[in-house]
C-alpha cells in the first residue's frame, strides 16, 4: 500500500468534503482557491475516467489519497433529480 492516508469520498457524508487526517483543514473537492491542499498526482482507468487523486495538505504536509470520485457523480446526478421533483410538486400544488 502507497504511503499517506487513504479517503474514500463513497465512505464519507456530505458532498466530497473531509478534514485532513492529521491536522483536522477542511478539504473540499469544490475548494477552487488552492488554499488548502496541492494536488501531487491523478490517476485515471483505463477509460481515463478520474480514479484516484494523491493531495498534499497545505497545513501540514500530509499526503492524501482520495478515491470514490463516482460517488460524487452520483450525488450531482441526484440533485437533478431533486430540482426534477420539486418542480413537478410545485406544478401539482396549483
Do not use: N, W
Request: glycine share 8%; proline share 2%.
Amino acid at each position: 500500500m502507497e504511503q499517506g492516508f487513504h479517503i474514500d469520498l463513497r465512505e464519507i457524508e456530505g458532498e466530497g468534503e473531509f478534514l485532513c487526517p492529521t491536522c483536522g483543514a477542511i478539504i473540499s473537492p469544490d475548494d477552487e482557491s488552492g488554499m488548502s491542499y496541492d494536488i501531487l498526482e491523478t490517476k485515471t482507468d483505463e477509460d481515463d475516467v478520474l480514479d484516484e487523486i494523491v493531495i498534499q495538505c497545505k497545513a501540514c504536509g500530509s499526503t492524501i489519497h482520495v478515491a470514490g470520485f463516482e460517488a460524487l457523480a452520483e450525488m450531482e446526478s441526484l440533485d437533478y433529480l431533486d430540482d426534477y421533483f420539486i418542480f413537478h410538486v410545485d406544478l401539482e400544488s396549483i
